[in-house]
C-alpha cells in the first residue's frame, strides 16, 4: 500500500493508503473531517471542494494518493480560533444556505474566485460558481454573500497593509 | 462509489510512463487529471487493473514555442492553457469554454483530446487547426494529424499501449480570426454542439476558411462544403449566413435530452454563421 504524506488544515499526516482511496473519504474516514461532503458520483455538484496547494479541486475526483505531498485546505480549516473565516461569515449574515449541504464547497470555491479576483462582479460570480450546485437557494444571496465577503475582505486587506 | 481496486504506477518521465503502460499489459489505463476517468472508476464504467497516473510526469506540462508550431504538453492544465500566452487564441478562448473552474485546475489538454468525447470542446478546434498530435510508445514516436485522431466515440486513434505526449498546433498569421460558438443550456454544461472557426481575412474578402464542429457525430467534423463556400467571398454577415447553409451536410448528429437531431443540424447552421462572423469581426 502507497504511504502518503500529506498536510490538512495545517496539519501533516502519514497514512497508508489504497490507491483507490478518494481524497474525500480520506478526509472523511480517516481524518474525522467530515466538514467535507459528497454529493455525487460524477464530479458535477462540487460539494466536495477543497484547496489543493491552493487551487480548488473537486475531492472526490482526485485519488489521496495523488494528494501526497500537497498542502489541503477543507472548510474545517478555515476559521481561527472559533472565529469564522469573513467568508462564512457573509454566507451565515445573508443567507446563504438553506439546507447547507453545498455550502462548504460554496465556500471553498468563492475563495478561490476571491484568490484570482478580489472584487468580482455578480456575473463573474455566477461564472466562477458554476461548478457548484445549489438544490435549495436559487443562489441569489449566495451571489450577495460572495459580494459581501469580497468587500469585508478587500477592507481586511488594506487595514493590514495601511 | 467506491472505484473497485486497482494497483497504481506514478512515473516521474516519459520513458518512465511509457515502460509502466507497456509493461501494465491489456487492461491498464492512464490517468491524467482524472476528470472523466474518475467518474468512469466511481460509477464501475471503467475497470482497469492498474493506473499509470501522469500527474508527476512534469515534462509533460510544458507548453513551448517551436517556431511555426506551439507545442502543448498532454499534461498541460486547462487552467495554465488558458493563461499561456504562447497557447494560440482559439484554443486558449475555446478552453476557457470547457467546464468549471475545478474541473479545469485538474483537466488537462491531453486528457480532453485522448478521451475523444464527441461533445467535448477542443477536438474540433484541433481539427479546425490542423494540429498534429504527438504519441509515444515501445515502438518510438509517432505524429498523427488531427483528422486521423478522433476515429469513433470516444475512440481515439492510440494504441492501449500509446502515450499522448503533446500536440504541435501551427501558428496562424496575424491576417487570421478566431471564435468558438458554443451553445449550452446551463452552467457547466457539455455543448449540445459548438463550431470553432478560423478565418483569413484580406481587403474584406476571406482568404480561407477552417470550421470544426463538436457534437455533430460520434467524432468532430471538419465543415467543408461551408469553408469552399466561403472562401474567397466577401467576409460579410450575409455571405456567412448563405455558406454556412451547408454546416449539416455530411453530419451524423446524435439524437438525446439536449435535442433531436434535425435540431442540432439547425444549430450547426446558425452557430456558424456567427462563428465566421465573429471570427472575421465584420
Ligand atoms: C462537470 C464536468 C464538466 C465538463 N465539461 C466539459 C466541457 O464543457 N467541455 C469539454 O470539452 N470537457 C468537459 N469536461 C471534461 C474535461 O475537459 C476533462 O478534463 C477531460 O475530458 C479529460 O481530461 P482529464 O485530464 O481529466 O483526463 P482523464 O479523465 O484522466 O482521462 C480521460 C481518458 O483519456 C485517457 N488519457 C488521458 N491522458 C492521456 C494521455 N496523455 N495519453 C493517453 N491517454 C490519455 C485516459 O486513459 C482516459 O481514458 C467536463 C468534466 C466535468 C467533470
Ligand atoms: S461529490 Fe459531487 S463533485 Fe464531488
Ligand atoms: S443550501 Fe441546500 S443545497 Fe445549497
Redesign the interface.
Known amino acids: 500500500m502507497?504511504r502518503i504524506k500529506v498536510e490538512v488544515d495545517g496539519v501533516t499526516y502519514e497514512d497508508d493508503v489504497?490507491?483507490?482511496l478518494?481524497l474525500v473519504?480520506y478526509l472523511r474516514d480517516r481524518l474525522g473531517k467530515v466538514g467535507t461532503p459528497i454529493g455525487c458520483?460524477?464530479?458535477?455538484c462540487?460539494a466536495c471542494?477543497v484547496l489543493?496547494d491552493g487551487?480548488?479541486?473537486?475531492s472526490?475526483?482526485?485519488?489521496a494518493?495523488?494528494a501526497d505531498g500537497r498542502a489541503i485546505t477543507t472548510i474545517e480549516g478555515l476559521g481561527i480560533d472559533g472565529q469564522l473565516h469573513p467568508m462564512q461569515q457573509a454566507f451565515h449574515e445573508e443567507h446563504a444556505l438553506q439546507c447547507g449541504y453545498c455550502t462548504p464547497g460554496m465556500i471553498m470555491?468563492s475563495l478561490?474566485?476571491l484568490r484570482e479576483n478580489a472584487d468580482p462582479s455578480e456575473d463573474e460570480i455566477?461564472?466562477?460558481l458554476?461548478?457548484?450546485l445549489c438544490r435549495c437557494t436559487g443562489y441569489q444571496n449566495i451571489v450577495r454573500a460572495v459580494r459581501r465577503a469580497a468587500d469585508d475582505m478587500r477592507g481586511a486587506a488594506k487595514e493590514v497593509t495601511s | 462509489m467506491i472505484p473497485a481496486e486497482f494497483s497504481y504506477v506514478r512515473p516521474s518521465t516519459v520513458d518512465e510512463a511509457v515502460a509502466a503502460l507497456s509493461g501494465a499489459g491489456e487492461d491498464a489505463k492512464v490517468l491524467a487529471g482524472g476528470q472523466s476517468l474518475m467518474p468512469l472508476l466511481r460509477l464501475r464504467l471503467a475497470l482497469p487493473e492498474v493506473l499509470v497516473d501522469l500527474d508527476r510526469v512534469d515534462e509533460m506540462r510544458e507548453i513551448r514555442d517551436e517556431g511555426d508550431n506551439v507545442f502543448i504538453g498532454a499534461m498541460a492544465t486547462h487552467y495554465n492553457v488558458i493563461r499561456d500566452p504562447l497557447v494560440p487564441a482559439l484554443v486558449a478562448k475555446t478552453t476557457a469554454t470547457v467546464a468549471d473552474p475545478a474541473v479545469r485546475h485538474r483537466g488537462t489538454f491531453g486528457g480532453s483530446l485522448a478521451h475523444a468525447d464527441p461533445a467535448g470542446d477542443l477536438p474540433a478546434v484541433m481539427l479546425a487547426l490542423d494540429a498534429t498530435m504527438v504519441a509515444r510508445s515501445p515502438r518510438g514516436s509517432r505524429d498523427i494529424p488531427a483528422a486521423d485522431f478522433f476515429v469513433d466515440y470516444l475512440t481515439s486513434a492510440l494504441e492501449p499501449d500509446e502515450l499522448l505526449v503533446g500536440v504541435r498546433v501551427p501558428k496562424l498569421g496575424d491576417d487570421w480570426g478566431f471564435h468558438y460558438e458554443k451553445f449550452h443550456r446551463t452552467a457547466q454544461s457539455w455543448a449540445v454542439v459548438g463550431v470553432a472557426a478560423a478565418v483569413q481575412r484580406s481587403n474584406g474578402t476571406v482568404g480561407a476558411a477552417r470550421i470544426g464542429l463538436t457534437n455533430m457525430g460520434p467524432y468532430p467534423i471538419r465543415a467543408s462544403a461551408v469553408e469552399s463556400a466561403a472562401s474567397g467571398g466577401p467576409a460579410s454577415a450575409d455571405a456567412f449566413r448563405s455558406a454556412a447553409e451547408a454546416a449539416a451536410e455530411a453530419t451524423d448528429p446524435p439524437s438525446d435530452l439536449n435535442g433531436s437531431a434535425d435540431y442540432r443540424r439547425h444549430l450547426a447552421r446558425v452557430l456558424t454563421a456567427r462563428a465566421l462572423t465573429a471570427a472575421a469581426t465584420v
Open positions: 502507497p489504497e490507491p483507490r478518494l473519504h458520483d460524477t464530479t458535477n462540487g471542494t489543493m487551487l480548488s479541486v473537486k472526490c475526483s482526485v485519488l494518493v495523488q470555491a478561490d474566485l455566477r461564472e466562477g458554476e461548478g457548484n
